[in-house]
Every structure is written in C-alpha cells, then in structure tokens.
C-alpha cells in the first residue's frame, strides 16, 4: 500500500510540474517576443503516424520534422500524440528529437493506487485540453490531413499536408472508416486552414478542380529521398532470386495490384524469367488481389515479404531488375524516388503525380492495361541500353529531391500563417 501510495502521488506530482513549467515557458515565451522582440514559432504537430508501421505518410513526416529546426532554428516543435498512458500501454516509439522539440508523454506507473480506467478519462478529459491550451502553439502543422479531435486545444493557426484526394477522385479504392473520416473532417479542415500543402502539382489541381479551394492558398511542396538510397549497390539479402522485378506498397485497390499480376504473368509467359516480389502490408479489401495471386500461372514465382524496415528495403531495392509500380493515384509516390536513388528504373502509371515525379527518368504504362505493363516489363528485361539509360536518369533525377528543400518550404509557410517573416521560397518543385 505505501508503495502504491508513494508511485501515485509522484505520478501528480509530475503532473503539476510539467502544468506549472508550461505555464512559466509561455510567459517567458511571451516575454521574449513582445518584450525583447525575438523571433520564435512554437509549431504544434500532430505525430500519431509515428505509432504505427511507418508508410508513406509517416515517413514524409519524420524526414521533415528532423531538419524543420535545422533549416530554421527558429521553429520550435511541439509532438502531440498520446499525453497519457495507462501502465499496461507501451512507451512511445522512438521520435525524430531535436535540440528544440519536446514530446509530454505521462505513463502511469505500475500499481498505481486509483482505478486506472476513470483517471484516464478524467486526465484526458480535463487536464490533457488545459496542457494543450497553455503551450500557446502559433501554428499547429497536421501532417496527415486533418488534427485529431483531442489536439484541438492546441490548434490556434493551422497548416495541414494533403496527400491526395483519393476519397473524392476514387471512393472505391478508400477503406470505409478513412472515407467517412475525410468526408466528415477535411471539408472544415480546408475551409480552416490558414495555408495548405500538397505533396505535388497533381493533388494541387485536385484541391483547386475537385474540392474547390483556392490555387492561392496552396502551396506545392515536393518530399526529398533519404541519402541512404544512393549507397552503393551491394547483393540482395541472402534468398532472394538473382533476378526479379520489385512492387513496394500497403496492397490495397488504388495500388492496381491486379493488373500487376496479370501483366506479369503476361510477361512470363513471353519469356521474361524473373520474379515479382511485393514488398508491403496486405491492406484493405484485398480479396480481389489475393484471389488473383492464387490463381496466377506463375504463382511459384511471386513472393509476398510484407513490411521491411528501411534498411532491408534499400537492400532489396539495389537488387531489384525494376520497379513496377502501376498505381491508379498517387498523391506523391515516395517508393518511385527511392528506387531511382538506388539506380533502378522504374515503371509507372501515367496517373496522377508519378509523371510528375518520375519525369524523363520512368518508362510509362497505361494502369488499366495490363499488355502494356507487361510490354514495359519486357522492354527493361531485354534492352540493357534502355535500362541503363533509365539507371542513369533516375539518380540524376532522384537527387534532386531533397529534404532540406522540403523543410525549407515548409518552414515558410509555417511562418507566414504564424504571421513572421518568411526567409524561403514557400514551394518547392523538382
């Protein structure tokens, strides 16, 4: 019982601290900018991507959020996932930390004396929207869409990231429970919004053309690839085959995972003697596709890894004889990049952004024809001039997409909607 005792009121201790030094930061905050005239920008930023396996979204924010400080020191970033956890719950995942960023994460002890559920509740009810209000953000920056419901106390300007508008261009292709999380909250999140990001040119004509908002309150931002990419080509993981073709993303319908496939199978059965490896999480309504990998002629030669770490996927990347990637949309196509990096042509879909990223550097296919991806697989696997000439422009070009660029732009608009001077340019093309 008094160890009990003794882990909880140091739980409220802790709390009451961290309430109170919140409080003294804001007013020494306030001090310093009114007062001394300093330049700071405290920009709050929704991280829950970080708490699952990190896909597109999540690692377009955890490259940006670890050079935002770099490129401007005076960006201060404040992480807002969970503010409480229960005992039973595990620690937060590791973040992308910085000299000026701060994460407030409360974990209730073991044994602690009060029932666990209710004080949650009560912690998360009251004393979570209090912290937030107090931290006195200037910008809030939602790098997934919209904020979350329980960080709107945090919210005073807001800047959020749009990927795509798949849920508006392609209903069909968005799971049920994402759809109606757009549909109920992005609509006032682009009313809202001070400043918008989209991730390419395409996603920008679709905010202006299918959702109707202003081209003027939108800023195009490409996202940069992790310098890991261009190491130096080594052998694949021991057991892969010496030679295959590479798909990498959550398997779901706007993938186009059927028409893969199929123009794989087609390829085969015109003498192409690879295999397909798709990297990647099996997501939502996938019964389509997986019935199509069973019933594939050559399902002995396509191999499913599921997810891989940076690391292994660089690794299997090197190795790959290409990447076929014949998505219906993308809101950037982050994969597209970083198999460039690695000296690997790439196959793309003439939809949405990945003209756009891939440029003079990819070989095009028709997503909806699946002779077409198979003829591109063959064009790559017999002419070694094409795929050395696609080698080459894919590195020339994959270099130029940088995350310090990114940060930079970034970091302009965050400063504009949090009404300071801005230092860079607020877009960023390749």
């Excluded at 300093?38 to 490259?63: C, H, K, Q």
């Excluded at 993981?237 to 706007?254: A, I, N, Q």
Aim: include cysteine; proline fraction near 8%.
């Amino acid at each position: 019982m008094g160890r009990r005792l003794r882990v909880t009121v140091l739980f409220f201790l802790h709390l009451l601290r961290d309430l109170a030094g919140t409080l003294v930061a804001r007013l020494r905050r306030s001090y310093r900018r009114v007062v001394l005239g300093e330049e700071s920008l405290a920009v709050g930023v929704d991280i829950f991507p970080f708490f699952e396996r990190m896909t597109g979204v999540g690692w377009y924010e955890w490259n940006l959020l670890a050079r935002l400080p770099e490129v401007d020191p005076q960006v201060e970033l404040r992480f807002y996932a969970h503010t409480f956890g229960a005992p039973d719950e595990p620690p937060p995942p590791l973040l992308p930390t910085t000299l000026r960023s701060r994460f407030r994460f409360h974990h209730m002890p073991q044994g602690f004396l009060l029932p666990v559920r209710p004080t949650m509740s009560l912690l998360r009810l009251i004393a979570e929207p209090v912290l937030l209000f107090l931290d006195g953000n200037d910008v809030f920056f939602a790098p997934n869409f919209f904020v979350p419901r329980r960080h709107l106390a945090a919210v005073r300007s807001l800047v959020p990231t749009v990927h795509d508008l798949a849920f508006l261009r392609l209903p069909h292709t968005v799971q049920r429970e994402t759809l109606d999380n757009l549909h109920r909250h992005l609509p006032g999140v682009l009313f809202a919004a001070d400043a918008l990001i989209a991730v390419s040119a395409a996603t920008a004509g679709d905010l202006e053309g299918v959702a109707g908002v202003s081209p003027r309150r939108v800023h195009v931002i490409h996202e940069g690839v992790d310098p890991s990419f261009f190491a130096a080509s080594s052998s694949p993981p021991y057991g892969l085959p010496s030679r295959y073709l590479l798909f990498v993303s959550t398997l779901e319908p706007r993938k186009n995972v059927v028409n893969l496939l199929d123009g794989f199978a087609r390829a085969a059965a015109g003498g192409y003697p690879g295999e397909l490896l798709l990297v990647g999480r099996w997501g939502w309504n996938t019964e389509a596709a997986q019935g199509a990998l069973e019933r594939s002629p050559v399902r002995g030669r396509i191999h499913h890894l599921d997810y891989l770490d940076r690391a292994a996927l660089s690794s299997v990347m090197r190795g790959a004889e290409a990447l076929v990637f014949p998505s219906l949309l993308e809101g950037f196509g982050l994969p597209v990049v970083e198999a460039m990096a690695c000296g690997v042509p790439v196959i793309v879909s003439t939809a949405s952004s990945l003209p756009e990223v891939a440029g003079e550097a990819g070989l095009y296919v028709d997503p909806a024809s699946p002779a077409e991806i198979a003829s591109a697989i063959m064009r790559v696997a017999t002419d070694g001039q094409l795929r050395d000439c696609l080698s080459r422009a894919g590195r020339e070009r994959a270099r130029r997409f940088r995350w310090e660029e990114t940060a930079r732009a970034t970091a302009a608009v965050l400063r504009r909607a949090g009404g300071l001077p801005e230092r860079f340019a607020d877009a960023y093309r390749v």
